[in-house]
């Protein structure tokens, strides 16, 4: 078999651009990007994304699922809503997941998948367009629906729902509509590869949720906002492709973290540009993508975590020519080697056609063993190989660490490994949670002292015994 | 998205023969079956399997790893297991996954899974070919070893092991070896979708397996025997399509079957191939297979199964001019939607292009809740979308029960539903368990007396009142 060869075959990819990307974009064309089938209206609003260099979308063209603005078809959209007699309310993750889809960020599904795109999803983490080619979706993006819902939905025989917000507001229509069992423990065993009490994701969003999943397609009556004062930093995949084309990017790599960004991630992303540039790319992008939507309650908020990106940005540890900083609006599984296949894949859907794979990737630990839930490793392999990424290029993250020596962070050097210290995510956030300072070049001051502020707010500074702990940790 | 349309398009395909099969077979062509890498020596033993119109093995070319009779090769490969220091022990199911493996059910596989192959199983239940391309494999064939003997292997940097019977007789070399974790929660929850206790297959090989898997290429001494009187029913899939190109053969349709065959299986492979006849086949054959490797306790023994067979084709229910029945060597996992793949794939290296598929393939009770593991239909959905599997086309199950009005099993007629007899394969071992006859024209005579003598060899018939329970369940 040569699936081993296979796996070391993608990465000499980099050694020089593909297909037409060394060359300067063109002027990019202006694209007008169209839906098919019910939703064409709410996608054929002209005008939205640029061609340029950049990636395909899965599926050939983004999917766009917010009704235009002009027309009047959301007034119109809004009302036929209020008319359905059978509404679905959705909760938080339901929403993030909404927005997901209304932006084509997982592209080319149209709506919250139907029975044939979960099983797909569950058993080979791709589905199969309408070509016969296959399209990488590795979590299931579902909506639950309790028995008696089900029961009325069904005896009406409605074709169509409404999803309402928390409030009773409508926020879209579901089409087409088709009801199947949620079996959570099959679900959740594919999934993680675990049904062990504890998962973040699945406390939050499944062992709650009705035993049935509706599917089908959606439109949604206009751009969902959180009004939390980041909503500027929520860039659609198409607005994202236009920023990218407007700045004549023949490049874009994509990061994403969930964690505060501190200058090991920025040396690896300055490390990434040195290193297309010198394949060829004239000018290669930075999409840097902080995860917006759920996670679990120990992460750093996502308020805090802008913050202290802006800084790392006003500080010039990152150079804002080539950065792009942006909200990815998903929610987290912590799911590991699955999950990290939907966080490449939806970066394509934006544009990027470069992305930078770390260790243990959207991993945990166990929820009720010593062990890390994912192999650290296993993450980077299943990425490479899967099915649907086939365009993607993958980068994998060089270990960046401490570099006593030099006083700042630097690439890990196994020949002299005793001058280097590792500060894990959970290591940093004990820092700062004891006010204790991180080593000078750690992360810039503005963003560690957001950080700081951060934990001040939480709670008084811990025990000295405490932060020793966590330091020798 | 076109998944939906694309599941519903499978089974158009039968509409006519796809390219050139509906002509008679040309006069088969001898073709030579050569392995590739090191283990070239084992498979290049000339003249073993004709193309005739068979559909392609998966990979190109059948693998085939047991060492030619010829040359001296078995001798030397004896010698050099004989000297390898490090010696693994291969228990009941590793030896079953052996025999797969050197006879090309599994092909491409060469050997036991090295690491990228096992998280593509379970991830994908598809692995990438030297060209690229997915070829389905859905569930993992590891070899598992324990901490000491990993510690040992690598310890003395040994790229070689030689794996031995009970008896501790060399069986094999397994080459360019690579040893990884075997994390048994992971592979659990992901090849059948629960972790609950009780599953079959996991108490027998993986509960009280080692936490490491061996994988790497394998060289057979000599063709794998059970000495169990069955052996001569046990064809490699090189005899079998030499089997079928000699009957000229221009279709190949597989059943599998685990459990005793009735009429209601005859009536459906009957009608099978009546249905080719009429799409313009003018020769399909049925490759009656039925399992032979490790099945639970309480599902009826091979041998039984394989009289009771043979009894079907003497009394004529099936014809022995069409029907090849063989014996399929692969132990059993009742993993469902995720198995059934593994039966399927295994079949086309054999050279079956039609698969006919049941309600709940491999599936069975949940362990240890009160209902069926797998959705019913889930099996027959997953099959017709499996990625690798495009070129096989998946026959729907016809539900056959038994039709009191005409005295005889018919397929079920929904507009007079009660005229029918469900009798499930565990309504019909109580039967048989309880010396009842089942109606007339279930199970022809003979092979119903082998069964009744299974259970009387097993223990004296149970009370009656067991008996009315089990008929009425």
């Known amino acids: 078999m040569a699936t081993q060869a296979a796996f070391a ?34 996608a054929a609003r002209g005008v939205r994304c640029r061609a340029g260099g950049l990636i395909e979308p899965d599926g050939g063209r983004l999917v766009e699922l917010v009704a235009p603005e002009e027309g009047g078809r959301r007034a119109a959209l809004r009302r036929e809503a209020a008319a359905l007699p059978h509404r679905v309310r959705l909760g938080r993750v339901d929403t993030e997941w909404l927005h997901v889809l209304s932006e084509g960020w997982a592209s080319p599904l149209r709506g919250f998948m139907r029975e044939t795109e979960f099983l797909q999803a569950l058993h080979f983490n791709a589905v199969r367009g309408a070509d016969g080619s296959l399209v990488n979706m590795s979590v299931p993006i579902v909506l639950a629906l309790d028995d008696a819902q089900r029961r009325a939905i069904q005896a009406s025989a409605a074709t169509s729902v409404a999803l309402v917000d928390a409030h009773d507001r409508p926020v879209a229509v579901l089409r087409d509509i088709e009801i199947y069992k949620h079996n959570k423990e099959e679900r959740i065993a594919r ?38 004062g980041l909503d500027q930093y929520r860039l659609s995949p198409a607005q994202l492709r ?198 000078d070049g750690f992360m810039c001051p503005g963003g560690w002292k957001v950080l700081v502020e951060y934990y001040d707010s939480l709670a008084p500074p811990e025990g000295s015994s405490k932060l020793r702990e966590a330091v020798a940790a």
């Not at 990819?13 to 839906?35: E, I, K």
């Not at 504890?198 to 959606?218: F, K």
Request: cysteine-free.
């Open 9 to 42: 075959v993608r990465f000499p990819q980099l050694a020089r651009p593909s297909r037409g990307q060394g060359q300067p974009a063109p002027a990019p064309a202006r694209v007008a990007v169209r839906g098919v089938g019910r939703a064409a209206a709410a």
């Open 191 to 228: 999934t993680w590869g675990t049904t062990a009490r504890g998962l973040p994701y699945v406390e939050e969003a499944i062992t709650n949720a009705g035993d049935w999943l509706i599917g089908g397609d959606l439109e949604v009556i206009e751009p969902i906002k959180y009004n939390d």
């Open 242 to 439: 236009e920023e990218f084309a407007r700045r004549n990017a023949d490049a874009v790599f994509a990061f994403q973290l969930r964690n505060p960004v501190h200058n090991g991630h920025a040396l690896l992303m300055t490390d990434t540009r040195r290193r297309l540039l010198e394949m060829g790319y004239k000018n290669p992008v930075l999409l840097l993508h902080p995860l917006g939507g759920f996670t679990k309650a120990d992460d750093v908020p996502l308020s805090v975590r802008m913050k202290q990106h802006e800084k790392v940005l006003e500080e010039g540890v990152l150079n804002p020519e080539s950065t792009v900083v942006a909200i990815f609006p998903s929610p987290m599984h912590y799911a590991g080697p699955t999950e990290v296949q939907w966080h490449a894949k939806a970066r394509i859907n934006a544009g990027a056609n470069f992305y930078i794979v770390g260790r243990d990737p959207a991993g945990m630990g166990h929820p009720t063993e010593k062990r890390d839930l994912y192999d650290a490793d296993h993450g980077k392999k299943v990425l490479s190989m899967a099915p649907g990424l086939e365009r993607l290029n993958i980068l994998p993250f060089k270990v960046a660490a401490y570099d006593t020596k030099h006083n700042k962070m630097n690439f890990f050097d196994p020949s002299r490994k005793e001058d280097f210290l590792f500060i894990s995510g959970t290591k940093m956030r004990s820092l700062a949670k004891n006010r204790e300072s991180p080593p």
